[in-house]
């Protein structure tokens, strides 16, 4: 059964996050996001594993399924082909980052044969494609093989952790659901906030994927000559921009799980590390002025320079008040607190 970590899911994080991912590519909509939080239903999961191939923060896992085991794995064998049927659950369950490692080491099929005949095909197989078009598109800029999809319809060496595609017969159904009822304990709701994910939330790293790409894009030969990629073809990755109706409320750095967005030490500068970037909207989300956006291009030497860059900065003034350093917007010489603090005196005073 699928579960979720709350202390890396964007909703979870803000209530302003507009992420639906796992809700949008679940075709038996065994997850579903409510105000603040995820409603999980145990009983309708079947293991295929689409929403972690979606999912920006690796919030989603399968305890019978760790990509990482399975690309490390992976990536030191000789195979080159990934097929539902031999080594991995539904191929909607590889993120697209996870192709452009793979894709980075050794030439890489996708076993479609079996995916038109899947119950779940509506969803998945056009999430399947879009990753390994997306995954072609950053690995022929950096001078590698693109991903091939190819209906090898190979069939299955060993047993299968489970059997999914059973669980769309009459039968089936009836079978797993006792399945399913043995082997969880969590009951049927939403997933609560508790300390353990509040500690987590705190952590604000990248994904697991990420640190393997950043491992492996030392050791792979730079290409010939770095490209710009549009962002418009990206899902995993961005460089952004912010224009002049920023304010520097601070907001989006403080909320970046990543801290791809960081500040200096007076806060005068709003600073971007794109490789730290994990696309997840929630900048974006939580921007009242909608100042910040995805910049048209991304540079591939970023992949193998990383650079931290100054998306904005702001001319700063100390508070004559409490002495903290704040961005005025009308000449201003105290901060917003104090200034509201006046403010009421004067009032209580009667002095407005």
Known sequence: MIRLNPGRCLPYISRASTCRSCQEICSPKALTVEEGGVQLSPDLCTDCGACMGVCPTEALTLPSLNPIEFALSFLQSEKGTISCRENFSCLAGLHPEYLVIFGLVKEVTLDLGHCRECPIAPLSLPQIERSRAEASYVLEALDRPPIRGEELA???????????????????????????????????????????????????????????LFSLLQRVPKPREYRYLENEHLSFISDKEIDGSCDNCSLCYRICPTQALSTDGRESKILLEPMVCIRCHLCHDICEKGSISVADYFDTQEFFEPSQKVLISFQMSRCEDCGKWFTPSRGETLCARCGAEEEGARELWGLL
């Open 154 to 212: 190979l069939e299955p060496k060993e047993e299968r952790r489970r059997e999914f595609f059973r669980l769309f017969t009459p039968g089936g159904i009836g079978e797993v659901k006792g399945e399913i009822e043995r082997e969880i304990e969590a009951e049927r709701g939403k997933i609560p906030l508790d300390q353990r994910a509040l500690e987590e939330m705190k952590r604000r790293e990248v994904p697991d994927r990420r640190k393997l």
